[in-house]
Nanobody, 122 residues
Framework: QLQASGGGLVQTGGSLRLSCVDP????????MGWFRQAPGKEREFVAT????????HYADSVKGRFTISRDNAKNTMYLQMNNLNPEDTAVYYC?????????????????WGQGTQVTVSS
């Protein structure tokens, strides 16, 4: 089970940094990703990073505003979110893939965190 943290309430234009740690079995050899789910909507892909951190991919809706990164020495992945807007309000989930590469496919992910709430007020 991954542990996500860093969510909260922020105003439009604000920033948050989410963290995700794998305390039991480090996912250092796995691609990882962030997904989000807003009320009444399907879970959607946000960003992904390869196990080495050399490949990243973003959803169009967050490109240029969010940055995914990882520190394998700390078994931790991050999501820096800047210029937030109310459409970013959701529960954010981190996940580890069964593959080493980055991936936007939910079916590739086998380990999930509990989610952290991000709320952006207008």
């Amino acid at each position: 089970q991954l542990q996500a943290s860093g969510g909260g309430l922020v105003q439009t234009g604000g920033s948050l940094r989410l963290s995700c740690v794998d305390p039991r079995r480090p996912s250092t050899n796995n691609g990882m990703g962030w997904f989000r789910q807003a009320p009444g909507k399907e879970r959607e892909f946000v960003a992904t990073i390869s196990w080495r951190g050399d490949r990243t991919h973003y959803a169009d809706s967050v490109k240029g505003r969010f940055t995914i990164s990882r520190d394998n020495a700390k078994n931790t992945m991050y999501l820096q979110m800047n210029n937030l807007n109310p459409e970013d309000t959701a529960v954010y989930y981190c996940a580890a893939s069964r593959y080493a590469t980055s991936s936007s496919e939910v079916s590739h992910y086998v380990k999930w965190g509990q989610g952290t709430q991000v709320t952006v007020s207008s």
